[in-house]
């Protein structure tokens, strides 16, 4: 499960299991979890996130899309 970025409280992350599904980054801070999409950013599903701290969260993604991309792809070789 690498680890792409800390951002206060939020860990950004993929599982090393996770190739076959489109680019994408999960998001957790404490119990929280949510799921974006990387092309084109979007939120694919959350669970125990307020929708004003999703939108954070978009913000966010969307800031540092280019770091998810190119871990993505330094990681599974795409």
């Not at 680890?3 to 999960?26: D, Q, S």
């Not at 996130?49 to 599974?76: P, S």
């Amino acid at each position: 499960m690498p680890t792409v970025l800390y951002i206060g409280a939020y860990r950004f992350f993929f599982y090393a299991n996770e190739n076959g599904e489109p680019h994408h980054i999960h998001v957790q801070r404490e119990r929280s979890l949510a799921k974006f999409w990387l092309k084109p950013v979007s939120l694919a599903g959350s669970k125990g996130f307020a929708a004003q701290e999703l939108n954070k969260l978009l913000g966010l993604v969307e800031a540092n899309q280019q770091t998810f991309m190119e871990a993505w792809n330094d990681f599974f070789g795409s």
